[in-house]
């Protein structure tokens, strides 16, 4: 089943703070954040595995609580960089099943 | 860089017709995917392959058909078009539980 992202969209100035949420009915094992800009591939950030391990990417970081199974990622001093489109993807037997996506928009 | 490529990169197609999709990697990795992506929907899973010759089904299977003779290449065939089939078609791989690196994705109008 898909989880389920929150909010569905955000838009930032430049310098602001997101958090985006992924939340499963089913239990987690590990947790992957995806981020794809427009017209391009989506770009791996960062694997969240079973255990609460915070990970880390330039200034985005991200948590994981397998027991309410969710995670969620941390975007703090937004860059215009950061502008795209991010997916959460939970992971069964070498497969990924994908969130809808949260849509973030940084503007100057 | 994973060094993936998706060819054809667009293509467009009349209703009915059998297409076929090829997703080309350098990387040698075991696992190739093969992921359709329409508005609301995010990525859904069409099929995988963890291995040459060893497939199985994604969650949106349907009038969708997978193949992999050698480790570098993974086809997808939608067997008779249809208009719900019209998407953007990404191809990834890795090794299983792990990253997955995607191709530039294949842009498909069926008509």
């Known amino acids: 089943q898909q989880p389920v992202q929150s909010p569905q969209a955000v838009i930032l100035r430049e310098g602001e703070d997101a958090v985006i949420n992924c939340s499963s009915s089913?239990?987690?094992?590990?947790v992957h954040w995806y981020r794809q800009k427009h017209g391009e591939a989506p770009v791996f950030l960062m694997i969240l595995l079973k255990g609460g391990e915070q990970k880390g990417h330039e200034k985005i970081s991200a948590s994981f609580n397998e027991k309410k199974q969710q995670s969620s990622l941390y975007l703090t001093a937004s860059q215009l960089s950061y502008s795209g489109t991010y997916f959460c993807g939970t992971e069964t037997g070498g497969k990924l099943t994908f969130g809808q996506g949260t849509i973030l928009t940084v503007h100057p | 860089d994973a060094g993936i490529t998706q060819s054809p990169r667009h293509k467009v197609t009349e209703t009915g017709t059998p297409v076929t999709l090829r997703c080309h990697q350098t990387e040698n990795h075991r696992y190739m995917y093969w992921y359709r992506q329409d508005p609301g929907h995010g990525l859904r899973l069409i099929h995988y392959s963890y291995g040459v010759k060893d497939t199985d089904k994604g969650e949106v299977s349907d009038g969708y058909s997978v193949s992999r003779s050698k480790t570098e290449d993974f086809l997808l065939t939608l067997e008779s078009a249809t208009s719900s089939q019209t998407s953007v078609y990404f191809c990834a791989t890795g090794q299983g539980e792990g990253t997955q690196y995607f191709g530039p994705g294949t842009r498909l109008t069926v008509l």
């Open positions: 089913k239990a987690l094992y590990s």
